[in-house]
């Protein structure tokens, strides 16, 4: 694919950070448009943004170099490029449940109003950055004879090159696309205030472990075990929100 679009001198814009930044810039456009249905100003969702970027950033990064411990210890100053692919959403899904935990305690607004706004926020974002993994060749699939396969050729991409992959980021792509519509519907219904979030939590970790199983890159395994750390993470988010989904539901029913 195309991991570089162009270099001036010492200056190169990868493709990869090219889409993750468009993909939080698209998820907060979504956010500031939602937030008037909360009650929350632009300026209000946009100081949110900042500081949920910045956490999603550090936690997705921080999982992706603990997964790839040996290499980052080996050299230490590729932690800090982030242009070059090596993001785990899992991770940076639990960074920005603590920063806005902590956003709406500082602020005395509601948590699952907050993290219910930029649930959607987060499914648009998803998709558009993992068009960045599919150019730069990060997050591969295992070996395929399906007809759309696809074969990575350029030298510097981080897939195995001249044989056909799964193409595992446009699966994860199309799965955030979805998520997105299933949760702005839902918003617009909602019967209690943390659904949207619990629902997003819900559907990414089923299709992250449904995914899981086409992916071709070490994810680093969870000892005495078949599971990679990804499916491990994704299986017990997905235990705890349908167990807290249902501790809500049946909370509202009461009340009720």
Known sequence: MFPDLFSIGPFTLHTYGLFVAFG???????AVKMGKSEGMGPQQVMDMGF?????????????YVLMNISHYLERPADIFKVWQGGLVFSGGIICVVLAVGWYARRHRISMWKVA????PAAAMGQGIGRIGCFMAGCCYGKPTDLKWGVVFTHPHCLAPTNISLHPTQIYSSLSGFVIFVVLILLHSKKKFEGQVLLWFLILHSTSRLAIERFRG??????????MTTTQFVATLILIASVVILIVLKSKKSRQS
Do not use: E, H, K, N
Request: net charge neutral; aromatic share 12%.
């Open 217 to 226: 890159d070490y994810r680093g395994m969870i000892p005495g075990t078949q």
């Open 24 to 30: 939080f810039f698209a998820g907060l456009m979504v």
């Open 51 to 63: 500081i949920i970027i910045l956490a999603a950033i550090i936690g997705s990064r921080l999982m």
């Open 116 to 119: 219910d706004l930029w649930a």
